[in-house]
Each structure stands twice: as C-alpha cells, then as structure tokens.
C-alpha cells in the first residue's frame, strides 16, 4: 500500500540527489583524474530508479485490484484507505517514472559540463 505512494518520488529524489552529485564530480576540474564514466552512470542510474517507480507502479494496481470488489471510495478503514492510497499510487506513479525518463534520457542526449 504504501510502496505505491512512496516508490517513485523517493525514486525520482534518488536519481536527482545522486545525479547532481556526479555531474559535480564529473564536471569538476579536481575530480577528472578519478576518471568516472558519466553516460555510464546516468544509464545505471536511471534503469534502476525506472525499475524502482515500475514496481510501484505494479504494487498500487495489485493493491488497487484486492480492494476494487469489496471496498469503494466511502468503505470504512482498512479497505477505504487501502482503495485511496491506491488510487494515490496509480496516479502519481506514470509521473514520477515519466519524470525519471525524461531526466535520463536529456541527460543523456544533451550532455554535461558545459557553460550556460
């Protein structure tokens, strides 16, 4: 139940935290010498997190399927709160795992260490 909501934006946090910080070390002249693989990392990292947001994804609508026949959006806890923190899940999800993507994938094409 929880996994649904929490998977991806944790997921999507990840991937921004950890990216930041090896776009710093990349991109640092003092760091170069440690010779760290950028578009290597960025693949990894954006598979994993990718996975991550999927399998949340797949927790929100198995959560959503158990609940769908006994509970409706006005049943009494558990099975109300299960059904909306399901539907929570089942919504933000695509999100987060679209924004993932999209920051992977422009990364990727676009490159780092440059000027604006």
């Known amino acids: 139940m929880w996994a649904g909501i929490v998977s991806a934006p944790l997921a999507w946090g990840f991937e921004h935290i950890f990216g930041w910080g090896l776009s710093e070390a990349t991109c640092a002249p003092g760091s170069r010498p440690?010779?760290?693989?950028?578009?290597?990392?960025?693949?990894?990292?954006?598979?994993v997190t990718a996975t991550i947001a999927a399998a949340g994804l797949v927790a929100a609508v198995l959560a959503f399927r158990t609940v769908k026949d006994e509970a409706g959006k006005d049943?009494?806890?558990?099975?109300?709160r299960i059904w909306v923190m399901s539907v929570f899940g089942i919504v933000l999800s695509p999100i987060f795992l679209t924004m993932?993507?999209?920051?992977?994938?422009?990364?990727?094409?676009l490159g780092h260490c440059t000027q604006s």
């Open 34 to 47: 440690w010779g760290i693989d950028f578009r290597a990392w960025v693949a990894v990292i954006t598979a």
């Open 75 to 80: 049943s009494d806890p558990p099975p109300g």
């Open 100 to 109: 993932i993507l999209l920051t992977g994938a422009g990364t990727l094409i």
